[in-house]
């Protein structure tokens, strides 16, 4: 049973830090490419970072040079770290497995996400 549970979302005022952590089970965790998505009200779900199994990573235009993505596989974990928070970061920030070809693509189900809040 494939189990990615998200945390570490809050309440953060803009210029601020926040890492988000997502907990894998039931994979092999050090064989796949992960990604963060965030969506907000009304919008589409949003590609935000990728890491491949060799931590390849690669970033929205919208986040590059504040956020970075990174991956400990003996805790199963992938993390976002989120520096220079802006308002429209605002979302619910999920994790899922992805593959990689011409696009990104989402392999898992959604789980609950975790919502990160910036003000202004």
């Known amino acids: 049973q494939v189990q990615l549970v998200e945390s570490g979302g809050g309440l953060v005022q803009a210029g601020g830090s926040l890492r988000l952590s997502c907990a894998a089970s039931?994979?092999?965790?050090?064989?796949?490419?992960l990604g963060w998505y965030r969506q907000v009200p009304g919008k589409q779900r949003e590609l935000v970072a990728t890491?491949?199994?060799?931590?390849?990573?690669n970033y929205a235009d919208s986040v590059k040079g504040r956020f970075t993505i990174s991956r400990d596989n003996a805790k199963n974990t992938v993390y976002l770290q989120m520096n220079s928070l802006k308002p429209e970061d605002t979302a619910v920030y999920y994790c899922n497995t992805v593959m990689i070809t011409r696009t990104t693509i989402p392999l898992g189900n959604w789980g609950k996400g975790t919502l990160v809040t910036v003000s202004s």
């Open positions: 039931g994979i092999r965790f050090s064989i796949n490419a």
């Open positions: 890491i491949t199994d060799g931590e390849n990573t």
